[in-house]
């Protein structure tokens, strides 16, 4: 069975930093590209970034709003996937998912729910 | 920048079409994708490449496009089909941009 597991959410002060990671189990992670989601409290989806495989050459792509701040990356050794956060903001407060997929997102984690406010 | 346009509210009868629209201007160039979430629950894709169908996903579900628009039909509503309902496709940068979400209704 496909599982995708996150880990590391929490309360943050603004200002802060945080780092999430996502464990992946049931497909080969190593080809397959990566992005997280986040979904503020009672809001939709907003996407947040992404990484491909690096067989597509392991880049990273982000969001305009998190551009600068944040940083997706992936240890295929280990079957996991990074988000570094930095300067957190509290309109960063969410629940943030780790999806796998290229065009959409196939598989899906639980979420982990970050929390910034002082 | 880019955006996905969908009512934010549907409602049907249980055993009646449901049908969500999705309005994007690069959705004639980029595919779409469908999202199941209900309460407390991580998204579920139901729909992917405008009109496949993932393993495990009800028959029930199918996805049409038709130029700038896309549409999820859910045929013979059940009330386990209640939830919100979200589209999803790429811009020309490769970014992902999603609807802001219909919920459904069955009652």
């Known amino acids: 069975d496909v599982q995708l597991v996150e880990s590391g959410g929490g309360l943050v002060k603004p200002g802060g930093s945080l780092r999430l990671s996502c464990s992946v189990s049931?497909?080969?992670?190593?080809?397959?590209?990566m992005s997280w989601v986040r979904q503020a409290p009672g809001k939709g989806l907003e996407w947040v970034g992404r990484?491909?495989?690096?067989?597509?050459?392991?880049?990273?792509l982000y969001a305009l709003p998190v551009m600068g701040r944040f940083t997706i990356s992936r240890d295929d050794s280990d079957n996991r996937l990074y988000l570094q956060m930095n300067s957190l903001r509290t309109d960063d407060t969410a629940v943030y998912y780790c999806?796998?997929?290229?065009?959409?997102?196939?598989?899906w984690g639980q979420g982990a729910l970050v929390t910034v406010s002082s | 920048s880019y955006e996905l346009t969908q009512p934010p509210s549907v409602s049907v009868s249980p055993g009646q079409t449901a049908r969500i629209t999705c309005f994007g201007d690069?959705?004639?160039?980029?595919?779409a994708y469908w999202y199941q979430q209900k309460p407390g629950q991580a998204p579920v894709m139901v729909i992917y490449?405008?009109?496949k169908r993932p393993s495990g996903i009800p028959e029930r579900f199918s996805g049409s496009s038709s130029g700038t628009t896309v549409t999820l039909t859910i045929s013979g509503a059940q009330a386990e089909d209640e939830a919100d309902y979200f589209c999803?496709?790429?811009?020309?940068?490769?970014?992902?941009?999603f609807g802001g979400g219909t919920k459904l209704t069955v009652l």
């Open positions: 999806t796998a997929g290229g065009g959409g997102g196939s598989y």
């Open positions: 049931g497909f080969t992670f190593s080809r397959v590209s």
């Open positions: 990484i491909k495989n690096k067989t597509e050459g392991g880049t990273t």
């Open positions: 690069e959705l004639p160039k980029q595919y």
């Open positions: 490449k405008d009109i």
């Open positions: 999803q496709a790429a811009d020309s940068s490769d970014s992902w941009v």
